[in-house]
């Protein structure tokens, strides 16, 4: 016992002096920078200057434009949309990773094989999606050569479908990856258990197996959405400017030096990603299953 | 045996190059224990995992309650498994666990119904109380039991544990070792039960089949086993024997400890001469006895609650135990790194042979 008590103060001291790198490189790099981003966004921006002085002219002028409070809603429209779109891509891909296959070499190399478009670079990864999608791109031709089209299909590139499609594909292995992680945790007896005690595929798939990667699908979300949520690049690559996300927006109001409006935006979408992380982690409780 | 409610009939399986179960056939009959005792790769879980279902046959047939079962899916069978990790659900809580079958199973019960039937079956496990902890809040013997009650909610007519005891500490073992007999006596079940213990093996079954390479190398009630070995292989994995190797001619067994008249032998592929831990005697160096004698060196004892074990090594490296049972007297203490006698009496001697008759 006297040993424990005398271990404790020692314990605590060490405890500290572990977390204080990462104390000050968080305080450095996000809590600073946030607290910057909330400062500024009351600053007075005026066409060619901006002062410290506090408006909320900003704020008001974020609230009562369409064009701002629309590329909320686009932003949030295609974050579920894309969500929905990796989750019913990378679901099933997963589960064939993770369980289906039995070999453990080959599942490895499965996975590698999700992540070999990552040997490119990310705008590489957007950009090869104009060829693809574009009105004499490799899709339409294709499909006129295979006589299924008369006409080319137009809203393949440049639309919303065209950063849909672009966005399932790049971000698709963040929710693969997680789920099949879960999945591969799965003891295969269990599910030997519960086919002896009668259960068919459907049920032991809703009772045992989807709860059990549940985890993995909510970390795979996260990662698709603070992602999804923050994206600029695709939608500009690939919607021929046609979808505002927030993203762009910061990135047009940063172009002209407009600070203020590019930290109200930058602050909203904080707060929106925010409550979706908030919200996926009260569906389960990842300290328990980490 | 014609109330044989399941029978194995030339059952093989092979992985690749590897037989894992060769030729293997068995009768059971209605509310019997059987255990199989094999080591590892002898072939005991394909042999259980096939009767479950979990795995089908090469050759050979299942026949469960008259019919054939070999192709039957698991599920349909009718058997019960434990596994040997218990293979729990691990989010849901004990009495989602035993309900399970129940509920999810071939023919869902009503939802009171499956209620009902789970509480009383954690009841009988002696878990009343415990129905809604999570199954990673309850310790190892109580996973164990929440294991047995969800398998015998279904109320099989066959049970197939999977080295049910291997995950226990040896205190658990042994209560639980007692529980599983009651619980079987008390619904009148047939238990298979496969085990790399010997002591559980010879405890627990009302018969034993030792296995080997995929073969049943013997089946007999325990004592049966214990008393007469059909072979070598069977005297090794029971673990209670000193085994040395010689030749047996003319009733007369030639080996390290000299040679000893052989009143009678078992066949066998080679040559073995078994004498039981416990029927070796210690003898001063220069005391002078007939009958074999092997001289060895003593190199340390274990005690185990009820006896003492004793290990010598003899001049040609091998080592040899002597058990003493404390219900027959103190021990007496050996000086390490001494020279003794050690002897037996060579009635007691179990004698395989080439040229037995």
Same mark, same amino acid.
């Given at each position: 016992?006297?040993d424990?008590?005398?271990? /404790? ?8 002096w572990?977390l ?9 790099f ?11 966004s ?10 410290s002085d ?5 704020? %008001? ?21 894309? !969500? ?17 296959? %039995? ?11 999700? /992540? ?37 299909i137009?809203v ?9 499609i672009g966005?399932?594909q ?12 879960m999945?591969?945790?799965i003891?295969?007896?269990?599910i030997?258990?519960?086919?002896d005690?009668g259960?068919g595929?459907g049920r ?12 993995g699908?909510v970390?795979?979300?996260?990662f698709?959405s603070?992602m ?12 021929g400017?046609?979808?505002?996300l927030?993203?762009?927006?910061i ?6 030096? %407009?600070?203020?409006?590019a930290?109200?935006?930058? /602050?909203?979408l ?6 979706v992380?908030?919200?996926?982690l009260?569906?389960?409780? !990842?300290?328990?299953?980490l | ?11 093989t ?10 030729q ?17 790769g ?7 995992? @096939? ?14 309650e ?6 039957l899916?698991?599920?349909?069978? *009718? ?17 989602? #666990?035993?309900?399970f079958?129940?509920?999810?199973g071939?023919?869902?019960?009503? =939802?009171?119904?499956?209620d ?25 013997g ?5 294991a ?10 066959l049970?197939?544990?999977?080295e ?13 070792? #007692? ?8 619904? *009148? @079940? ?5 085990t790399?213990?010997? #002591? ?6 009302d ?7 995929g ?5 007999g ?12 292989d069977v =005297?090794?994995?029971l673990?209670r ?7 047996? =001619? ?5 080996g390290?400890? *000299? ?12 040559d073995?001469?078994?004498?039981g ?26 005690y ?11 001049d040609?490296?091998?080592v040899v135990?002597m ?7 103190a ?13 037996? #009496?060579?009635?007691?001697?179990? @004698?395989? *042979?080439?040229?037995?008759?």
């Amino acid at each position: 016992m006297s040993d424990a008590t005398a271990s /404790v103060p020692r314990k605590d001291n060490t405890t500290r002096w572990l977390l204080l790198p990462g104390i000050i490189w968080m305080a450095l790099f996000l809590v600073t920078p946030i607290l910057m981003i909330v400062y500024v966004s009351f600053w007075t921006q005026t066409t060619f200057n901006i002062s410290s002085d506090p408006t909320l002219a900003s704020w %008001k002028q974020f609230f009562s434009s369409d064009t701002y409070i629309g590329s909320l809603w686009t932003t949030i429209r295609i974050w579920l949309i894309v !969500l929905a779109t990796t989750f019913i891509v990378g679901y099933p891909t997963a589960l064939f990773v993770g369980l289906l296959v %039995k070999s453990k070499t080959l599942s490895t190399v499965l996975l590698v094989i999700c /992540v070999i478009p990552f040997w490119t670079s990310f705008l590489i990864r957007v950009l090869a999606w104009r060829p693809m999608l574009g009105k004499e791109g490799a899709i339409n031709i294709i499909l006129l050569k295979v006589g299924i089209i008369q006409q080319p299909i137009e809203v393949l590139l440049f639309t919303e479908l065209s950063v849909i499609i672009g966005m399932t594909q790049i971000y698709c292995v963040f929710m693969v990856g997680p789920i099949a992680f879960m999945l591969a945790r799965i003891d295969r007896n269990i599910i030997e258990a519960a086919r002896d005690l009668g259960a068919g595929f459907g049920r032991i798939f809703w009772k045992i197996i989807f709860p059990l990667s549940l985890p993995g699908v909510v970390v795979g979300a996260i990662f698709v959405s603070v992602m999804v949520l923050g994206e600029f690049a695709t939608s500009g690559a690939l919607s021929g400017r046609k979808v505002n996300l927030l993203g762009n927006i910061i990135v047009t109001q940063v172009g002209s030096l %407009k600070w203020a409006m590019a930290s109200v935006v930058g /602050v909203i979408l904080t707060v929106v990603m925010g409550i979706v992380i908030a919200g996926f982690l009260r569906i389960v409780d !990842l300290k328990r299953e980490l | 045996m014609e109330t044989a409610v399941f029978r194995l009939d030339g059952v093989t399986k092979r992985y690749g190059d590897l037989l894992a179960l060769d030729q293997v056939t068995l009768d059971v009959g209605v509310n019997e224990y059987v255990s199989f005792l094999g080591p590892s790769g002898s072939g005991k879980t394909t042999l259980l995992r @096939v009767i479950a279902g979990f795995e089908a046959p090469d050759t050979g047939r299942v026949f469960f309650e008259g019919r054939d079962i070999t192709h039957l899916p698991a599920h349909e069978r *009718g058997i019960g498994f434990v596994f040997q990790n218990f293979a729990l659900f691990p989010h849901l809580t004990v009495r989602q #666990n035993v309900g399970f079958g129940l509920a999810f199973g071939k023919n869902p019960l009503p =939802a009171a119904e499956v209620d009902r039937r789970s509480a009383e079956m954690i009841a009988m496990v002696g878990l009343a109380g415990m129905e809604d902890r999570g199954v990673d809040q309850i310790s190892g013997g109580q996973r164990q039991r929440v294991a047995l009650a969800r398998t015998l909610a279904m109320q099989p007519k066959l049970v197939l544990l999977d080295e049910p005891l291997g995950a226990l500490d040896a205190n658990l073992r042994g209560r639980m070792r #007692n529980e599983l007999r009651a619980i079987r006596e008390r619904l *009148g @079940v047939t238990f298979l039960h496969v085990t790399g213990s010997e #002591n559980e093996a010879l405890a627990m079954g009302d018969r034993v089949v030792v296995l080997d390479r995929g073969r049943i190398i013997q089946s007999g009630t325990s004592d049966e086993i214990y008393d007469t070995p059909a072979s070598p292989d069977v =005297a090794h994995y029971l673990n209670r024997f000193n085994l040395f190797d010689g030749t047996l =001619a003319d009733g007369q067994f030639r080996g390290q400890f *000299g040679t000893v008249a052989v009143p009678g032998a078992r066949r066998a592929a080679r040559d073995v001469y078994a004498v039981g831990y416990d029927r070796m005697r210690v003898l001063p160096l220069s005391s002078s006895a007939d009958g074999p004698k092997l001289k060895a060196t003593f190199v340390a004892s274990e005690y185990l609650g009820s006896s003492i074990m004793n290990f010598f090594e003899v001049d040609g490296g091998g080592v040899v135990e002597m058990e003493h049972h404390l219900s027959l007297g103190a021990p007496e203490t050996y000086a390490p790194k001494q020279d003794y006698l050690l002897t037996w #009496n060579p009635e007691h001697a179990i @004698v395989f *042979g080439r040229e037995a008759r």
